[in-house]
T-cell receptor, first 111, second 109 residues
Framework: DGGITQSPKYLFRKEGQNVTLSCEQN?????MYWYRQDPGQGLRLIYY???????QKGDIAEGYSVSREKKESFPLTVTSAQKNPTAFYLC??????????FGPGTRLTVL | RKEVEQDPGPFNVPEGATVAFNCTYS??????FFWYRQDCRKEPKLLMS???SGNEDGRFTAQLNRASQYISLLIRDSKLSDSATYLC??????????FGTGTSLTVIP
């Protein structure tokens, strides 16, 4: 079945640690996105990539980094520079300019 | 000014009621329009695309008004299972995609 997978589903991080969230898609979509969602809030764009080896900052990129070495994969690293990383992280992919399809999300909690 | 704006609600309606949500967008060059449904602690899922001529899927009707730059979602005969947050999505050129903050709906028995 085609779709988007994210792992892990839940992630706990100690302060000062970097963590990497995985996002994989087999929909053959060129574009991939990372969003952050805080309780009761909308989606805020962190980074997006329209093609392999290229990505752009979204509205809240500070403290995050990404890579796009393969079309299928778009991992997100939450660095220690991100001061308030506890949130629900959603990865999405799309054709251009079509609808976005989301993975199930990763809940990150800082201990 | 935000690219996309929605009334956050909450909307609390009785079963069987008709409820409508609007979403306004600021850029007249916006190309494609969508409604998503997000259940609590889950990812958003595409509910329906919005076409220029309007489109219907069962109890759900979506409409686009380019002159006034808004899209709407009408839910008829509301069910308890319709309780969720409804997000609108708008694309500009290329892969620029903007979401509204979502409208919360609770259908009450």
């Amino acid at each position: 079945d085609g779709g988007i997978t994210q792992s892990p589903k839940y992630l706990f991080r100690k302060e000062g640690q970097n963590v990497t969230l995985s996002c994989e898609q087999n929909l053959n979509h060129d574009a991939m996105y990372w969003y952050r969602q805080d309780p009761g809030q909308g989606l805020r764009l962190i980074y997006y990539s329209q093609i392999v080896n290229d990505f752009q900052k979204g509205d809240i990129a500070e403290g995050y980094s990404v890579s796009r070495e393969k079309k299928e994969s778009f991992p997100l690293t939450v660095t220690s520079a991100q001061k308030n990383p506890t949130a629900f992280y959603l990865c999405a992919s799309s054709t251009s300019p079509g609808e976005q399809f989301f993975g199930p999300g990763t809940r990150l909690t800082v201990l | 000014r935000k690219e996309v704006e929605q009334d956050p609600g909450p909307f609390n309606v009785p079963e069987g009621a008709t409820v409508a949500f609007n979403c306004t967008y600021s850029n007249s060059a916006s190309q494609s329009f969508f409604w998503y449904r997000q259940d609590c602690r889950k990812e958003p899922k595409l509910l329906m695309s919005v076409y220029s001529s309007g489109n219907e899927d069962g109890r759900f009707t979506a409409q686009l008004n380019r002159a006034s730059q808004y899209i709407s979602l009408l839910i008829r005969d509301s069910k308890l299972s319709d309780s969720a947050t409804y997000l609108c999505g708008v694309t500009l050129t290329g892969n620029q995609f903007y979401f509204g903050t979502g409208t919360s709906l609770t259908v009450i028995p």
